[in-house]
């Protein structure tokens, strides 16, 4: 498998460096594409103390990346702004709700826009684990709108019955589910069996 990663300025930073980290230890994933949007540095340095630009990925990776390429929200010449780039499929987490709008509408005006816009027209996976509470009519209307288009929306509610002990572990079983989802299933995932 071959991922694009997006980590937006929504809350919830937490959840896409634990996203990193999972792909980078999976053999099943030979190459991941990141896009951090020019806002999200600000939320990254906010809830995880992890500031600047430069390095950043090597910061919340805690180590230095073997598959994981960054790219600039601005290049919109990059690989995977490209249909005929053969990834996997898309995860944007979080996802803000600037983001979904921008891909809800098909604006294409960023590299993170513009490579959802190209998973949405080839067909391939895009899930979007939009942050945001409480929702306005906006909001929901471009959900719909995503979902309509083919994407998956994956809100960024995690479990409890799972009894996690801090945000990391709850960010991971929540990551599970994403990569689940994708067709990576996870060890170590948490799953629910009701007492016999
Ligand atoms: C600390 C912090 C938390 C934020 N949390 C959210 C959030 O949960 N959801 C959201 O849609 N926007 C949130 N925002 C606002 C977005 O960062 C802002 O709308 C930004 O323009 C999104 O840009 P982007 O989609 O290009 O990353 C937050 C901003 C800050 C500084």
Redesign the pocket.
Known sequence: MNLIVSI?????AVFGRELLRALETDQRVSQVHFVA????L??IA??LGVSGRTQCLEKLLDAKPTKTVQHSDADIGASIASGSYPSSGMIVL?C????LASIANGLAN?L?ARAADVTLKERRPLILCV??TPFNRIHLRNMMLAAEAGAVIFPVIPAFYNKPVDSAEMARQFVCRVLAHIGLPQHGAFVWKAEE
Do not use: F, K, L, Q
């Not at 937006?8 to 919830?12: D, L």
């Not at 949007?37 to 999200?40: G, L």
């Open positions: 937006t300025g929504a809350s919830g949007s020019e806002n999200s600000r939320v906010e809830e979080p803000s709700m600037g983001t960023s993170i942050r945001e």
